[in-house]
């Protein structure tokens, strides 16, 4: 079975998604640990499913909260997935699972991403400029922040009287199918990583 870590920060709407995807059979994955990095309803999720979730803060752990999470993660997993994961990861665990950790980022990268956005300040930010389409991006993590090669994405468009909590609504729709198709895609044995590039097998 394909072993698969969530981290998060929030509500867990994604994880919850990936939870019923496995337990369906949508999905052929074990989620073997969720981690937030500070305490969110995700993790009272986790604990429903049955699945080990463990709160490694930032706060406790300032300056080395990679090393803790991977520590948490041990180094034998397929995947690790950042579903709504706030945190910066560096350090040895990008080493360790080099190609393997994907995030998921409310936005169509390289646009309306880096540092800062997170939220509905990207959605706002979208709407400020005046784009006309939006979306959501599943990408491999990288040193960079929101920088890693891109596995796939899902266009939503922008309507004139939307407002960021509208416009991140219609989002979360697309996030939950873009995230259980990346997901299923590694699991599947499909993805191939070449420098920038994503190839799908």
């Given at each position: 079975m394909f072993r698969v870590a969530v981290l998060v920060s929030g509500n867990g709407?994604?994880?919850?998604h990936l939870i019923d995807a496995s337990g369906e059979g949508r999905l052929p994955i074990r989620i073997e640990k969720v981690i937030a990095d500070r305490p969110a309803y995700a993790l009272e999720r986790a604990q429903k499913a049955g699945i080990p979730a463990v709160?490694?803060?930032?706060?406790?752990h300032r300056g080395r909260?990679?090393?803790?999470?991977?520590?948490?993660?041990?180094?034998?997993?397929?995947?690790?997935?950042?579903?709504?994961?706030?945190?910066i990861l560096k350090g040895r665990i990008l080493e360790v699972y080099r190609n393997r950790?994907?995030?998921?980022?409310?936005?169509?990268?390289?646009?309306?991403?880096?540092p800062g956005m997170y939220g509905l300040k990207v959605h706002k930010a979208v709407i400020d400029y005046?784009?006309?389409?939006?979306?959501?991006?599943?990408?491999?993590?990288?040193?960079?922040?929101?920088?890693?090669?891109?596995?796939?994405?899902?266009?939503?468009?922008?309507?004139?009287?939307d407002?960021?909590?509208t416009l991140?609504?219609?989002i979360h729709q697309?996030?939950?199918?873009?995230?259980?198709?990346?997901?299923?895609?590694?699991?599947?044995?499909?993805?191939?990583?070449?420098g920038r590039k994503v190839y799908l097998l």
């Open positions: 709407t994604n994880l919850q709160l490694v803060s930032r706060s406790t909260l990679s090393d803790a999470i991977l520590e948490e993660l041990g180094e034998d997993l397929d995947l690790v997935v950042l579903a709504g994961f706030l945190s950790i994907i995030n998921l980022h409310p936005a169509l990268v390289p646009a309306f991403c880096g005046g784009v006309k389409v939006s979306g959501c991006t599943v990408h491999i993590v990288d040193e960079g922040t929101d920088t890693g090669p891109i596995v796939l994405q899902r266009v939503v468009p922008v309507y004139p009287d407002t960021p909590e991140q609504e219609r697309e996030e939950y199918k873009a995230l259980e198709e990346a997901v299923r895609l590694f699991a599947e044995g499909r993805i191939k990583v070449e």
